[in-house]
Protein backbone atom coordinates (compact mmCIF):
# COMPACT_ATOMS: atom_id res chain seq x y z
CA UNK A 1 0.00 0.00 0.00
CA UNK A 2 3.06 2.45 0.87
CA UNK A 3 4.74 1.68 -2.74
CA UNK A 4 1.07 2.19 -3.99
CA UNK A 5 0.75 5.76 -2.29
CA UNK A 6 4.50 6.97 -3.28
CA UNK A 7 3.58 6.35 -6.36
CA UNK A 8 1.01 8.22 -7.12
CA UNK A 9 2.63 11.17 -6.32
CA UNK A 10 6.14 9.98 -8.51
CA UNK A 11 5.22 8.29 -11.56
CA UNK A 12 1.37 10.06 -11.70
CA UNK A 13 1.84 13.67 -10.73
CA UNK A 14 5.47 13.55 -11.86
CA UNK A 15 7.07 11.61 -14.55
CA UNK A 16 10.02 11.20 -16.55
CA UNK A 17 10.22 10.85 -20.49
CA UNK A 18 10.52 7.52 -21.11
CA UNK A 19 14.10 7.51 -23.14
CA UNK A 20 15.74 6.38 -20.20
CA UNK A 21 14.96 4.27 -16.77
CA UNK A 22 12.55 5.81 -14.63
CA UNK A 23 14.92 6.14 -11.74
CA UNK A 24 13.92 9.25 -10.10
CA UNK A 25 10.18 8.20 -9.81
CA UNK A 26 10.53 4.26 -9.25
CA UNK A 27 13.69 5.13 -6.84
CA UNK A 28 11.34 7.81 -4.68
CA UNK A 29 8.26 5.69 -4.78
CA UNK A 30 10.70 2.55 -3.22
CA UNK A 31 12.42 5.09 -1.18
CA UNK A 32 9.34 6.43 0.80
CA UNK A 33 8.06 3.13 0.95
CA UNK A 34 10.83 1.96 2.85
CA UNK A 35 10.53 4.81 5.46
CA UNK A 36 7.49 3.97 6.04
CA UNK A 37 8.10 0.01 6.75
CA UNK A 38 10.93 1.58 8.79
CA UNK A 39 9.22 3.69 10.71
CA UNK A 40 6.85 0.55 11.33
CA UNK A 41 9.45 -1.67 12.19
CA UNK A 42 8.57 -4.04 9.22
CA UNK A 43 11.33 -5.42 7.33
CA UNK A 44 10.70 -4.58 3.72
CA UNK A 45 10.87 -7.57 1.33
CA UNK A 46 10.14 -6.60 -1.70
CA UNK A 47 12.52 -3.04 -1.64
CA UNK A 48 15.66 -5.48 -0.20
CA UNK A 49 14.88 -8.00 -2.99
CA UNK A 50 14.89 -5.15 -5.92
CA UNK A 51 18.09 -3.93 -4.28
CA UNK A 52 19.78 -7.83 -3.70
CA UNK A 53 18.99 -8.08 -7.78
CA UNK A 54 21.06 -4.95 -8.49
CA UNK A 55 23.98 -5.54 -6.36
CA UNK A 56 24.03 -9.31 -7.86
CA UNK A 57 23.68 -7.75 -11.57
CA UNK A 58 26.73 -5.38 -10.35
CA UNK A 59 28.78 -8.14 -8.71
CA UNK A 60 28.45 -10.17 -12.23
CA UNK A 61 29.12 -7.35 -13.94
CA UNK A 62 25.94 -6.74 -16.21
CA UNK A 63 25.93 -2.79 -17.59
CA UNK A 64 23.48 -1.07 -14.80
CA UNK A 65 24.36 2.41 -16.40
CA UNK A 66 20.98 4.07 -15.21
CA UNK A 67 20.93 6.84 -18.55
CA UNK A 68 20.85 3.84 -20.95
CA UNK A 69 18.18 4.28 -23.42
CA UNK A 70 14.88 1.90 -23.10
CA UNK A 71 14.83 1.04 -26.52
CA UNK A 72 18.23 -0.26 -26.55
CA UNK A 73 17.62 -2.28 -22.80
CA UNK A 74 14.33 -3.48 -24.71
CA UNK A 75 16.41 -5.16 -27.40
CA UNK A 76 18.32 -7.46 -24.57
CA UNK A 77 17.78 -10.46 -22.72
CA UNK A 78 18.59 -8.34 -19.64
CA UNK A 79 15.73 -8.03 -16.74
CA UNK A 80 16.55 -3.93 -16.57
CA UNK A 81 13.39 -2.55 -14.87
CA UNK A 82 13.87 -4.29 -12.06
CA UNK A 83 17.67 -4.25 -12.30
CA UNK A 84 17.80 -0.97 -13.19
CA UNK A 85 14.81 1.07 -12.78
CA UNK A 86 14.21 -0.43 -9.18
CA UNK A 87 17.21 -2.19 -7.48
CA UNK A 88 19.56 0.38 -8.53
CA UNK A 89 17.45 3.47 -8.45
CA UNK A 90 16.39 2.43 -4.62
CA UNK A 91 20.10 2.31 -3.37
CA UNK A 92 20.74 5.30 -5.16
CA UNK A 93 17.81 6.89 -3.08
CA UNK A 94 18.96 5.51 0.37
CA UNK A 95 22.84 6.45 -0.87
CA UNK A 96 21.50 9.94 -1.16
CA UNK A 97 19.55 9.84 2.13
CA UNK A 98 23.24 9.41 3.36
CA UNK A 99 24.69 12.33 1.64
CA UNK A 100 21.98 14.85 2.09
CA UNK A 101 20.23 13.27 5.49
CA UNK A 102 16.35 12.08 6.00
CA UNK A 103 14.95 15.47 6.41
CA UNK A 104 16.21 17.11 4.12
CA UNK A 105 15.81 14.30 1.52
CA UNK A 106 12.37 14.45 2.16
CA UNK A 107 12.21 18.07 1.71
CA UNK A 108 14.20 17.83 -1.43
CA UNK A 109 11.29 15.42 -2.75
CA UNK A 110 8.73 17.99 -1.82
CA UNK A 111 10.48 20.43 -3.43
CA UNK A 112 10.04 18.30 -6.63
CA UNK A 113 6.63 17.53 -6.48
CA UNK A 114 6.07 21.40 -5.31
CA UNK A 115 7.72 22.88 -8.52
CA UNK A 116 7.70 19.68 -11.47
CA UNK A 117 3.76 18.34 -10.66
CA UNK A 118 1.91 17.28 -14.07
CA UNK A 119 5.12 17.35 -15.74
CA UNK A 120 8.06 15.27 -16.68
CA UNK A 121 11.57 15.59 -14.87
CA UNK A 122 15.24 14.59 -16.00
CA UNK A 123 18.42 14.17 -13.98
CA UNK A 124 19.82 17.99 -14.56
CA UNK A 125 17.02 18.85 -12.95
CA UNK A 126 16.64 16.42 -9.91
CA UNK A 127 19.73 17.03 -9.56
CA UNK A 128 19.37 20.79 -9.30
CA UNK A 129 16.53 20.56 -6.97
CA UNK A 130 18.74 18.06 -4.18
CA UNK A 131 22.03 20.73 -5.11
CA UNK A 132 19.36 23.68 -3.91
CA UNK A 133 17.48 21.99 -1.36
CA UNK A 134 20.52 20.62 0.30
CA UNK A 135 22.97 23.24 -0.06
CA UNK A 136 25.55 20.63 -1.64
CA UNK A 137 27.28 20.29 -4.62
CA UNK A 138 26.16 16.52 -5.67
CA UNK A 139 27.62 16.12 -8.89
CA UNK A 140 30.26 13.82 -7.73
CA UNK A 141 27.31 12.05 -6.55
CA UNK A 142 25.31 11.93 -9.83
CA UNK A 143 28.25 11.24 -11.88
CA UNK A 144 29.53 8.12 -9.77
CA UNK A 145 25.65 6.85 -9.40
CA UNK A 146 23.70 7.76 -12.81
CA UNK A 147 26.58 8.82 -15.35
CA UNK A 148 29.04 6.52 -15.10
CA UNK A 149 28.96 2.73 -14.16
CA UNK A 150 32.22 2.06 -13.29
CA UNK A 151 33.17 -0.73 -10.63
CA UNK A 152 35.07 -0.93 -7.70
CA UNK A 153 38.00 -3.78 -8.55
CA UNK A 154 40.59 -4.55 -5.77
CA UNK A 155 42.84 -6.86 -5.10
CA UNK A 156 45.60 -7.75 -2.53
CA UNK A 157 48.94 -8.51 -4.48
CA UNK A 158 51.58 -8.44 -1.91
CA UNK A 159 51.66 -8.20 2.24
CA UNK A 160 54.79 -7.67 3.91
CA UNK A 161 55.32 -7.52 7.80
CA UNK A 162 58.06 -6.70 9.59
CA UNK A 163 58.84 -7.06 13.62
CA UNK A 164 59.95 -3.63 14.83
CA UNK A 165 60.58 -4.32 18.89
CA UNK A 166 57.80 -6.01 20.04
CA UNK A 167 55.33 -5.07 17.70
CA UNK A 168 54.28 -6.07 13.70
CA UNK A 169 53.80 -3.26 11.01
CA UNK A 170 52.24 -4.67 8.14
CA UNK A 171 51.93 -3.02 4.90
CA UNK A 172 49.07 -4.58 2.09
CA UNK A 173 48.99 -3.42 -1.03
Do not use: C
Amino acid sequence: MANYIGAQYFGYYLGESGEFPGWITSGATLYLSSVHFKEKNITNEIYNGFINQYLNAAKANFNTLVLQPVDELKQTNFDWENIIEKGKSADIFKMLEYVVGRKTLENILKQTLQDYKNSVITTDTFQSVVDSVSNKQTNWFFKQWIRENKNLDYAVTKIKQDKVGNKYQVKIT
